[in-house]
């Protein structure tokens, strides 16, 4: 195979070429040694915005060539939604979370199959219903105003005990579409504030499962907003999805959140509404007695803020016989932790709630 000899048009274009930079069109004059990043009498390639904005890594894509160190991450999808729904009537647990709002989806390229890395996120702020005046959803900055909870007596009223500490968690699901060699396939995952997973597919679909009458907050049309009418509550939840394309599926970092309090029962027989912290998915408790089986207390999973006469508990935690402290107990999905003294004569009891944190 013979190599094409260059002509004289050849060497004209390279010519023409080389010296093209000095024959702009501006109204200034180039520097001969060093080009602009950006020409502005061109249009800029979709890669050098990208790159500008953050939204493109500056190091190698391909994995031999990148630096030691660097795990190989690709660009992220995220979105972020706002969700109104009621909590039921009369009992939080009598109606399932099964209507489905999609948030985001992110699918490999190449059409080969890839882990990709699922995050969760966001808060809940919960107001309590009267089963007569109907709620509207709230704002996101009014939302983000109450995304802190407190503990409180959950008394005549709901009593403040301590400031707004622990960011307050939403209580809805999400419903996970994988795209892999089984075609397609559906999980559903509680969302207590936030969840973490990873998958190995060609694409994911991220879905937040609300209650029947929940529905997705227009911020750009709140008219068409609707109210709910709810005798237990209401709830708003701001929830974000971020599938992340990974290099590898080692992404679980547990920790633990302890929460502490000290109950008197001589002040009130009122149950204490703890919040449960973001991303906890066990929990076990603690106590200063000895052996706190032998006195009357009362430990349940609770929905807070719900209205008082209704039945917000989602299970009953037990303490290990002859033990100050109860096992480690998987967390359903509720918002905080009720604990309420039987005897009024009993004396105060100091509680640590340590819980097993993934963020």
């Known amino acids: ?3 094409k000899r260059i002509g004289t048009g050849d060497i004209r274009d390279m010519q023409r070429a080389d010296v093209q930079r000095f024959n702009r069109n501006g109204v200034y004059l180039p520097n001969p040694t060093a080009s602009p990043t950006l020409d502005r009498h061109k249009p800029i390639p979709s890669d050098e915005k990208a790159r500008a904005f953050g939204l493109e890594p500056v190091s ?3 994995l031999f060539d990148l630096p030691a160190g660097d795990a190989g991450a690709g660009q992220s999808v995220y979105r972020r939604i706002h969700a109104f729904y009621g909590q039921g009537m009369n009992h939080v647990a009598r109606t399932n ?4 709002l999609a ?3 992110n699918r490999s390229s190449t059409q080969t199959a890839r882990y990709f890395h699922v995050s969760i996120y966001g808060f809940g702020v919960r107001r309590t219903g009267n089963g007569v005046v109907p709620f509207n959803p709230l704002s996101i900055a009014e939302a983000q105003d109450r995304q802190f909870e407190q503990i409180y007596l959950d008394d005549v009223a709901q009593t403040p005990i301590t400031p707004r500490f622990v960011p307050s968690v939403l209580t809805a699901q999400a419903r996970v579409m994988v795209h892999d060699e089984s075609g397609q396939r559906f999980y559903d995952v509680d969302v207590i504030g ?3 997973f990873s998958v190995y597919a060609w694409g994911v679909s991220v879905f937040l499962l609300v209650k029947p009458d929940g529905y997705e907050v227009d911020a750009q049309n709140p008219e068409g907003s ?3 009418l709810s005798d237990v509550g209401v709830e708003d939840d701001v929830v974000g999805a971020r599938v992340l394309p990974i290099f590898t599926n080692l992404t679980e970092n547990q920790q633990n959140r302890t929460i502490t309090i000290t109950i008197d029962p001589a002040v009130s027989v009122a149950r204490r509404i703890i919040p449960i912290p973001p991303g906890a998915r066990r929990v076990q408790i603690f106590s200063n007695e000895p052996d706190p089986g032998a006195v ?4 349940d999973f609770w929905t807070g803020r719900a209205a008082l006469g209704t039945r917000p508990d989602l299970g009953i935690i037990d303490w290990e016989p002859g033990q100050a402290k109860t096992s480690m107990v998987e967390i359903p999905n509720a918002s905080a932790i009720a604990i309420r003294p039987l005897d009024p004569g009993a004396r105060a009891t100091g509680f640590s709630l340590v819980f097993e944190v993934e963020p």
């Open 1 to 3: 195979m013979t190599r």
């Open 60 to 62: 190698p894509k391909r």
């Open 97 to 100: 979370y099964t209507k489905a």
């Open 103 to 105: 948030i985001i989806t």
């Open 194 to 196: 936030s969840r973490s």
């Open 226 to 228: 609707e109210p709910i």
């Open 296 to 299: 009357p207390w009362e430990m």
